[in-house]
């Protein structure tokens, strides 16, 4: 998508080969016109399927979530992370690790949230090792919903999240691919 290519550019920051910083408009400050353009953007990608809920993952994932939960009209949903196990029976859990930070945790959704006849788009901000969108998917699963679709808004495509998550069967649509990250330099992937 050409306007989250090129805020990526204007305000996103290289920390190193690996990591984008994107405070300015999604991980810290939020530019909701853009969040409502990449909800729209959404919406034309998956207008041919059925969706009943948007779900997604606290915090960066739902800002856009909204948006698009907003000219759906469906729910919005959040799971929420917690660093210790949860006792809850009320709850689905599925465990992530994260690459990135070194850590593990849990993300939860209150079994009142998701429905076996749901048909759920799943949401989130970034797709790096695909750990975090795995374990949304596992949820889903458990609930016995449909994983309707995937949206991501932005894949860092050197990594293997999209692979991981395309050999569940699920196709990933990403907004803004990169390719390659630098300093000074962002590259993304010519579609
Ligand atoms: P994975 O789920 O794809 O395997 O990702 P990973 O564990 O590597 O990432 C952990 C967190 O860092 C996730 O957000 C993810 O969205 C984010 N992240 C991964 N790579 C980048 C990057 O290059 N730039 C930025 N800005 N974020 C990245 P989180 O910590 O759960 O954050 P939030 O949703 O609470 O903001
Ligand atoms: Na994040
Ligand atoms: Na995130």
Redesign the pocket.
Known sequence: MKRLEECIVKYGKALNK?????DAFL?HQIDPDLMMELGKDFVEHFKDTPITKVVT?????IAPSVMLGYLLHVPVVFMK?SKSKIVDDNVYTAN?H????GIDYEITCSKDYLAKDDQVLFI??????????IGGIKIIEQSGASVAGIGIVIE?AFQP?RKKVEALGYPVYSQARIASLDKDMITFVEE
């Open positions: 690996d990591v984008l910083k994107v991980n993952i606290e915090t960066s994932g992370k992530i994260s690459f990135t930070k989130d901000d970034f797709m790096a090792n695909g750990e975090a969108c860092k999240g």
